[in-house]
């Protein structure tokens, strides 16, 4: 999968990285939007922590169900939602 990786304000590279495994009680979203925050982008503060995949607030498409969940146990849907 592609992600962008934050190594300073300067230098922020698409790379390559493995698709991750999700544990049983775990779910894997397909990330379609992702928020950067302000001390994303505080150098600074960030930059100790490099290299780095930012982001939160995220929206996307629910791809894969770990083994302990089950959907008759939560809710989903097919189609977009707005939240917040």
Request: glycine content about 8%; proline content about 5%; hydrophobic content about 35%.
């Amino acid at each position: 999968m592609k992600v962008a990786v934050y190594y300073s304000n300067d230098d922020i590279r698409i790379e390559e990285r493995p698709k991750p495994r999700i544990a049983d009680e775990e779910i894997l979203v397909k990330m379609k939007a992702s928020g950067i925050c302000g001390t994303d982008v505080m150098q600074w503060y960030r930059i100790k922590k490099a290299p780095r995949v930012l982001g939160h607030e995220m929206a996307g498409e629910i791809v894969e169900l770990g083994t302990d969940i089950s959907r008759s146990s939560h809710q989903f849907t097919n189609s977009p939602i707005q939240v917040g």
